[in-house]
C-alpha cells in the first residue's frame, strides 16, 4: 500500500527532496539543540538571581530612606530645641536663675595698668547711669531719690557634676 521514499511521484517527490534525509544529520543537530537549550535556561536563571538583587537593594533602598526621614525629624527638632534655648529670653531668664546679674558698663585695663571706664558692681547701675538726668523737671526739685539696693546674689550651695563611672576601675 505504501510506496517506499524512491517512488514517489509529483508533489510528494519534490517535498520529499527538500527534506534533509533522516541519518547522519540529526546526530550533529542534537548537541546545538542542547547548547541553545542550556544557554536560554541559563539566562532564565541569571535574569532571576540579577531581580532577586535588585528586590533586595530596593527594600534596603526603602529602609535607608525611612531612616534618613526619621533621622531628619529629630534634627529639626533638636535643632529647634537649641534654637530655644539659645535665645536671648531665655538665656537671661537662665541666667537669673543661676543667681547672674547683667554685668554693666565694661571696664578696660590699659596695658600700662590704667583703668579705662568706670568700676562698678554688677547689678548696680554704673555712675554714668546714675548721673543721667531725671526725665521730669518737677523731679529735679523733690528730694533726692533713694539709692537702688544692691542685689546681692544668693549663694548656692556648689553640687558636685555628675560623673559617669569609667569601666574597668
Do not use: C, W
Amino acid at each position: 500500500m505504501s510506496k517506499p521514499a524512491g517512488q514517489l511521484r509529483g508533489t510528494a517527490a519534490r517535498l520529499g527532496r527538500l527534506m534533509p534525509a533522516q541519518g547522519p544529520n540529526s546526530a550533529a543537530r542534537t548537541p546545538f539543540v542542547l547548547l541553545v537549550v542550556a544557554l536560554l535556561g541559563g539566562g532564565l536563571i541569571t535574569l532571576l538571581v540579577l531581580n532577586s538583587a535588585l528586590n533586595a537593594g530596593s527594600f534596603k533602598l526603602s529602609e535607608y530612606r525611612r531612616q534618613t526621614t526619621e533621622l531628619t525629624d529629630e534634627q529639626q527638632a533638636l535643632q529647634q530645641d537649641v534654637d530655644d534655648l539659645s535665645a536671648p529670653d531665655a538665656l537671661a531668664r537662665r541666667a537669673g536663675d543661676l543667681g547672674m546679674v547683667p554685668g554693666g558698663t565694661p571696664v578696660f585695663l590699659g596695658p600700662d595698668g590704667t583703668v579705662k571706664g568706670v568700676p562698678a558692681l554688677a547689678g548696680e547701675p554704673s555712675p554714668a547711669e546714675a548721673a543721667e538726668p531725671s526725665p521730669l523737671p518737677a523731679a529735679q526739685n523733690q528730694a533726692p531719690a533713694p539709692q537702688p539696693k544692691r542685689h546681692t546674689p544668693a549663694v548656692r550651695p556648689h553640687k558636685p557634676a555628675k560623673s559617669s563611672p569609667t569601666p574597668g576601675r
